[in-house]
């Protein structure tokens, strides 16, 4: 791996750059010194470790694309999480944003629980809240409904029925 990984950097090959990236990312057998190392040597960035970084230098670059087979690699990077990840990255499917700023999310495929069904109690009685909490607010067919910020950070979905209508609100 460190022979390839210097044939990489001796070739100045830029389309391996979102690969390295992800290879940042993830705890694999390579040390990260050394690909930030690489990295370093193609770019003349000097973010080191710090794939948050990188991440952010590459969605601003246009002049880094990748190599032809990326997709289908990180495809199968991704399914090492979740074979089911291996699904949504395929090569010839085509894709409207750029498939090197797709990051993993930290948590398996259906790792959050969604809030389903949620029970509601009227605002008076919901003396948890402040005065100042952000809440998501929903009318339909007049009736309404708040779920409030903190629940929905934790959850991230919510799953119900207002005024009759089934709703997903996505957070």
């Given at each position: 791996m460190v022979r390839a990984l210097r044939a990489i950097e001796s070739r100045q090959n830029r389309t391996a750059i979102p690969a390295l990236i992800e290879l940042l990312r993830f705890a694999l057998p390579i040390p990260p010194e050394l690909v930030a190392g690489v990295l370093e040597g193609l770019t003349g960035e000097h973010f080191g470790k710090d794939w948050g970084r990188w991440v952010e230098w590459l969605q601003g670059r246009t002049d880094v694309a990748a190599a032809a087979d990326f997709v289908a690699w990180k495809g199968r990077l991704f399914s090492l999480i979740d074979p089911e990840f291996g699904e949504w990255l395929k090569a010839g499917v085509p894709h409207r944003i750029r498939i090197e700023e797709i990051v993993w999310g930290g948590v398996a495929k259906d790792g959050i629980p969604a809030l389903t069904n949620p029970r509601h109690v009227a605002a008076a009685d919901a003396t948890w809240l402040t005065d100042e909490e952000l809440v998501f607010g929903v009318t339909l067919n007049g009736e309404s409904r708040a779920y409030p910020h903190?629940?929905?950070?934790?959850?991230?979905?919510?799953?119900?029925?207002?005024?009759?209508?089934?709703?997903?609100?996505?957070?």
């Amino acid at each position: 791996m460190v022979r390839a990984l210097r044939a990489i950097e001796s070739r100045q090959n830029r389309t391996a750059i979102p690969a390295l990236i992800e290879l940042l990312r993830f705890a694999l057998p390579i040390p990260p010194e050394l690909v930030a190392g690489v990295l370093e040597g193609l770019t003349g960035e000097h973010f080191g470790k710090d794939w948050g970084r990188w991440v952010e230098w590459l969605q601003g670059r246009t002049d880094v694309a990748a190599a032809a087979d990326f997709v289908a690699w990180k495809g199968r990077l991704f399914s090492l999480i979740d074979p089911e990840f291996g699904e949504w990255l395929k090569a010839g499917v085509p894709h409207r944003i750029r498939i090197e700023e797709i990051v993993w999310g930290g948590v398996a495929k259906d790792g959050i629980p969604a809030l389903t069904n949620p029970r509601h109690v009227a605002a008076a009685d919901a003396t948890w809240l402040t005065d100042e909490e952000l809440v998501f607010g929903v009318t339909l067919n007049g009736e309404s409904r708040a779920y409030p910020h903190r629940i929905l950070d934790w959850h991230e979905m919510a799953n119900d029925v207002v005024g009759g209508v089934p709703v997903a609100l996505a957070y």
